[in-house]
């Protein structure tokens, strides 16, 4: 039987995407860089330097680390400008519903995200309540697939890989949840097309039906 639940955050509990895909289409057309959603795909999941590295390979130069710290810094400042503009209204309702549902079934919640931003999008959401646990890009230095953050995230809710489900809509996620010895189920995005993924849902409240 499972403790808990292990959710990824962006196209997950809330849909970022949107936000981020803009921040990055302000930096490459600053910079001159092709940008569309064939490439926004490679980016899904992944961590912020990882996609910049991505968004690079266009340009036919090497940058210093300085400068990719700077591109980065950038990057991430546009989306959080974006994002301030996030609240509860920004939450489906099916997620609401949701962890409501878990967690009558008394079941541990955790969020493991790449993302050095999720504790602050889940409070301007006023999800942060509602996890036992969040652990995320400033907890960890190996990024997905690698499944660094789902095993920190299990280990701060006390719990075995084992005992929890991971919840991911990226293909490096359902990749680093399966490494790290969790139950991977798909949500919408790139992971459904995952064969990894043990289970495929098309919303949350279907996990009510796994635990």
């Not at 403790?3 to 949107?18: M, S």
């Not at 981020?20 to 600053?30: D, F, I, N, S, V």
């Not at 549902?101 to 959401?125: D, F, H, M, P, Q």
Request: charged share 25%.
């Amino acid at each position: 039987m499972k403790k808990a639940v292990i959710f990824d955050l962006d196209g997950v509990l809330v849909h970022t995407d949107r936000l981020h895909y803009t921040a990055w289409k302000e930096l490459t057309g600053r910079l001159g860089i092709p940008f569309g959603q064939t490439v926004y795909r490679r980016l899904r999941g992944i961590s912020r330097m990882d996609s910049l590295d991505i968004v690079l390979e266009a340009v036919p130069r090497d940058f210093s680390p300085e400068e990719k710290a700077a591109l980065a810094a950038e990057k991430n400042e546009a989306y959080l400008a974006l994002a301030a503009g996030l609240g509860p209204r920004d939450v489906a309702e099916d997620v609401r519903r949701a962890l409501r549902g878990l967690r009558e079934r008394g079941l541990l919640l955790a969020v493991g995200s790449s993302s050095r931003n999720a504790k602050y999008i889940l409070e301007r959401t006023g999800l942060a309540p509602c996890f036992d646990a969040v652990a995320d890009g400033t907890m960890v230095t190996r990024a997905k697939p690698d499944p660094e953050v789902f095993l920190k995230a299990a280990a701060l809710l006390g719990v075995s890989p084992g005992q929890a489900l991971v919840v991911e809509d990226a293909a490096a996620g359902i990749k680093a949840a399966r490494d790290g010895g969790f139950t991977a189920v798909a949500f919408g995005g790139d992971a459904v097309e995952s064969l990894l993924a043990e289970h495929r849902v098309g919303t949350l409240t279907e996990l009510l039906d796994l635990v």
